[in-house]
């Protein structure tokens, strides 16, 4: 069973569009992280969302908790070349000491 | 301050053989969490050691084991190869913040043949 749903699987767009990735449970997390991932490399943290409500902005990435701290978006405004990865969000259970993986978005932006 | 390190980067292997893969986490960094990650399951989880103990552990045959030194440097090890274990090995390690936040090595892939 999977905790944590992101939609889309797969994304692919034309460079300047918008987009939005959405990671949605029926579980209640203490907080919730984004990463993203480039090929050949680890997952790299983006930001962690903890109040239900809040949200981040990471330059022209926003990104928000849902309001029940069950879900979270990623919006991308003007997305470029250079944002083409795997995003993956991640929820923290047990007082953070066990996190629950998306099965990610593989976005990609072409030219 | 230096990353996570993870040795080695690429490995290939037969089935029935064993692996052992390392992991040296960030210098004061106490947890390290080992993930596979492939195509079709994504990232899932192994297990975590803290301070030489696992801390929790994932839903993988006992085929993986894993082990946690005193300078807190990881090794996790597969035994009788399967076609399936082929995929990233990824370790992460975590400090103290209460939101827990990994950070990831860049993984070693295994390819069983």
């Known amino acids: 069973t999977q905790l944590l749903e992101q939609s889309p699987q797969f994304l692919s767009i034309q460079e300047g569009e918008n987009l939005t990735v959405y990671c949605n449970s029926s579980s209640v997390f203490s907080s919730l992280q984004w990463y993203r991932q480039e090929p050949g490399e680890g997952p790299v943290l983006l930001v962690t969302v903890v109040t239900g409500g809040e949200v981040k902005k990471l330059k022209r990435l926003t990104f928000q908790f849902g309001d029940a701290r069950k879900d979270s978006s990623l919006h991308i405004t003007a997305a470029q070349p250079g944002d083409t990865g795997l995003y993956l969000c991640?929820?923290?259970?047990?007082?953070?000491?066990?996190?629950?993986f998306g099965q990610g978005t593989r976005l990609t932006i072409n030219p | 301050k230096a990353g996570v390190t993870q040795t080695p980067r690429y490995l290939i292997k037969t089935r029935g053989q064993q692996v052992t893969l390392s992991c040296s986490p960030i210098s004061g960094h106490r947890s390290v969490s080992w993930y596979q990650q492939t195509p079709g399951q994504g990232l899932q989880f192994l297990f975590e050691y803290f301070s030489e103990t696992q801390r929790n552990k994932g839903n993988f045959p006992g085929r993986f084991s894993g082990r946690q030194f005193s300078n807190s440097r990881s090794e996790m090890n597969v035994s009788t190869l399967e076609l399936g274990d082929s995929a990233l090995y990824l370790c992460?390690?975590?400090?103290?913040?209460?939101?827990?936040?990994?950070?990831f090595g860049e993984g070693s892939r295994l390819t069983v043949l």
């Open positions: 992460a390690s975590r400090g103290e913040s209460r939101t827990g936040e990994l950070f």
């Open positions: 991640a929820g923290a259970i047990q007082g953070a000491q066990k996190l629950v």
